[in-house]
């Protein structure tokens, strides 16, 4: 089920990193260089398979972004979120 923007608020405030840009949860992160980039979205990919839950990925060099949205919902769900905490306990 789709997220009000208030819950989406809300539900920011424990989850290190993410904000909401007004469509979608986004996140960036840097890197040394583009090995270890690449090295995290492997590691994104790996999670995102298993929840059968896909983000959009952009990488450029050593940055990646991720942008996060249930697409069938047209919006933020608790899947967005659950991925999102998912990729920031796994160390990245």
């Known amino acids: 089920m789709k997220l009000l923007p208030q819950e989406i608020q809300d539900r920011l405030t424990t989850l290190t990193g993410w904000e909401f840009d007004g469509q979608m949860l986004v996140r960036e992160w ?5 090995r270890e980039a690449m090295h995290f979205v492997k ?3 790996d999670l995102a ?5 896909h ?3 952009y990488i450029s060099y050593n940055r990646v972004r991720l ?3 249930t697409h069938s ?4 769900t608790d899947r967005d979120f659950q991925l999102a905490a998912q990729i920031n306990r796994s160390g990245s």
Do not use: C, Y
Request: proline fraction near 4%; aromatic fraction near 8%; glycine fraction near 8%.
């Open 67 to 69: 942008s996060l949205m």
């Open 30 to 34: 840097t890197f040394r260089n583009f």
């Open 43 to 45: 590691q994104v990919a």
């Open 49 to 53: 398979e298993a929840m059968d839950h």
């Open 55 to 57: 983000p959009d990925i």
């Open 73 to 76: 919902e047209g919006g933020i």
